[in-house]
T-cell receptor, first 114, second 112 residues
């Protein structure tokens, strides 16, 4: 069991749907992240939040909309996605933004866009 | 040009052998280097980090760093089938943007 939980674990959606991914960390960390993992590609950093303030948006299309209501919860709202957005979306947390380089990842949400 | 480059593998080694995983990086300003292990269907977990040139040992794992050559490696001694996983190299630059840049990973298969 990890200290970072993500729901749902699997999601299938059409291009016109609106859905959300949820992440919750139980580690008392201050920073939370969304990463995208596609087959044969490196992990791509999408968003960084520090004390629930967004500190980085890595040129992510506006069809991905993050929300961080507090330091323990992170959401990724999805709308009008494209098939190429199908991937594993990983949430992570850390004690401070990259103080040590140790990220604690959730199990991921596998997204399929039809 | 890829910022962090790894051979995708699979790297296949027999049980008990030494597995050698390699990584090169392009940013000379990189200061911190990390190895994450990701089992199939699971999330990545940190197993080693190294900041200084040379070797760093932790149990069966040894991380090696050569900043002049922009090269970092992970050696796994006495490889076990349970070591079969994808190993992700990650690099952090301490100037400006503090974020981890990951390689695409090397898949290791340890044959019993």
């Amino acid at each position: 069991e990890t200290g970072v939980t993500q729901t749902p674990r699997h999601l299938v959606m059409g291009m016109t749907n609106k859905k959300s991914l949820k992440c919750e960390q139980h580690l008392g960390h201050n920073a939370m992240y969304w990463y995208k993992q596609s087959a044969k590609k490196p992990l791509e950093l999408m968003f960084v939040y520090n004390f629930k303030e967004q500190t980085e948006n890595n040129s992510v299309p506006s069809r991905f909309s993050p929300e961080c209501p507090n330091s323990s919860h992170l959401f990724l709202h999805l709308h009008t996605l494209q098939p190429e957005d199908s991937a594993l979306y990983l949430c992570a947390s850390s004690q401070g933004v990259m103080n040590t380089g140790e990220l604690f990842f959730g199990e991921g949400s596998r997204l399929t866009v039809l | 040009q890829k910022e962090v480059e790894q051979n995708s593998g699979p790297l296949s080694v027999p049980e008990g052998a030494i597995a050698s995983l390699n990584c090169t990086y392009s940013d000379r300003g990189s200061q911190s280097f990390f190895w994450y292990r990701q089992y199939s269907g699971k999330s990545p977990e940190l197993i080693m980090f190294i900041y200084s040139n040379g070797d760093k040992e932790d149990g069966r794992f040894t991380a090696q760093l050569n900043k002049a050559s922009q090269y970092v490696s992970l050696l796994i001694r006495d490889s076990q089938p349970s070591d079969s996983a994808t190993y992700l190299c990650a690099v952090m630059t301490d100037t400006g943007r503090r974020a981890l840049t990951f390689g695409s990973g090397t898949r290791l298969q340890v044959q019993p």
